[in-house]
């Protein structure tokens, strides 16, 4: 029986699946706005075939809802935020200005420049512009940030369930040394950040600006709407979308950008990617929600993170479950004294 089974599978199931795949992938044979790694689509019907040949992001979102039930969506917000939330809804982006005084941008910057973080180049095969990632440790300002309540019940109030911090704020910061290239110049998958692509579902991501940013500079577009769409993709081949497709589909750009001290937030399902513009840097503190699942514990940066007094144990108890992913506690993992550190030489 086993071996009718894998016969059926090798030479029948799976060339049907490959051909249905082909079919998806390449077909309509479009070359002008189907091409490279942009051969991905926001037509319902097809993104729906898709995610039944490949249910995993289905099943990854139907695991968080089981163990992660609906909370009481009767939470408060102040005024400004009940409108922020609205076109988050609708749009998966939202700008919210003035959300920290610019004066206090340039304390944190002072701490992105400090020896104590913990750094990560990259270095950008299409120019060589490196873009950097520090992770500071998390003092009361950027735990401020980092906690905000108005920020978590914003979370909260959006995805109707509890949240959790899934990385630990982040300096990002990039200065790019050339200008954004069109999608039909470039590798979609070696030129990630620069073309039209969506990330993880489930997730919010918080962009605090450090430096002012406008519409002629480096900046987040974002294409409204779709973060609504069940998206997915079969191959490396239909990972993205081209810019003449978001043309001829007339889909709704957003120029994500602001002044000092604002706020952008985005829900990582919908596509969106780097604008990017010769000698015009990005600054921002940067950290990222979910609902569960694709969180970045890592234990150096957790070591690191706590060397300033941030003991997620003096949190409140709401809190304290909104950082539990990244801090976990139990007996390998202690908040403070000896059995965290000696945590920290396992790994």
Not at 142 to 149: K, L
Not at 176 to 187: C, G, H, R
Not at 233 to 255: A, F, I, P, T, W
Request: proline content about 5%.
């Amino acid at each position: 029986m086993l071996k009718l089974f894998l016969i059926l599978k090798t030479y029948i199931l799976k060339p049907i699946k490959y051909f249905i795949i082909d079919l998806l992938v390449f077909y309509p044979k479009n070359e002008t706005i189907f091409y490279g790694g942009c051969r991905n689509t926001t037509n319902k019907f097809r993104l729906i075939i898709k995610n039944i040949i490949q249910p995993q992001r289905i099943l990854f979102i139907y695991r968080i809802f089981k163990h992660n039930p609906k909370v009481d969506v009767r939470l408060k917000l102040s005024g400004i935020y009940q409108d922020h939330i609205k076109t988050l809804h609708d749009q998966g982006a939202v700008i919210v200005s003035k959300f920290l005084n610019p004066a206090l941008c340039d304390d944190l910057i002072s701490k992105y420049s400090d020896d104590s973080v913990i750094e990560k180049i990259i270095v950008d095969k299409l120019d060589n512009s490196k873009t950097r990632y520090r992770w500071p440790q998390i003092t009361k300002d950027i735990e401020e940030f980092f906690t905000n309540d108005d920020l978590l019940i914003l979370a909260r109030s959006y995805f109707r369930r509890d949240v959790y911090a899934s990385t630990y704020p982040y300096f990002h910061h990039i200065n790019p040394q050339s200008d954004s290239p069109p999608s039909k110049d470039i590798k979609a998958l070696s030129q990630f950040n620069s073309s039209w692509h969506y990330d993880v579902p489930l997730g919010l991501v918080f962009y605090l600006l450090l430096k002012d940013m406008d519409k002629k500079g480096s900046h987040t577009k974002y294409l409204a709407g779709t973060h609504k769409l069940p998206n997915n993709h079969l191959s490396g081949d239909d990972r993205c979308l081209s810019d003449e497709y978001v043309k001829q589909q007339n889909l709704d750009v957003l120029d994500l950008y602001g002044k000092k001290g604002d706020l952008l937030i985005f829900d990582l399902n919908g596509f969106h990617k780097l604008h990017r513009v010769k000698g015009q840097d990005r600054h921002a503190l940067v950290f990222s929600v979910s609902c569960g699942g694709r969180v970045e514990m890592n234990c150096e940066k957790m070591h690191n993170a706590m060397k300033s007094g941030f003991t997620p144990g003096n949190l409140s108890p709401e809190k304290a479950k909104y950082v539990s992913a990244l801090f976990p506690s139990g007996p390998h993992y202690d908040f403070s004294g000896t059995s965290f550190l000696k945590s920290i030489d396992i790994y």
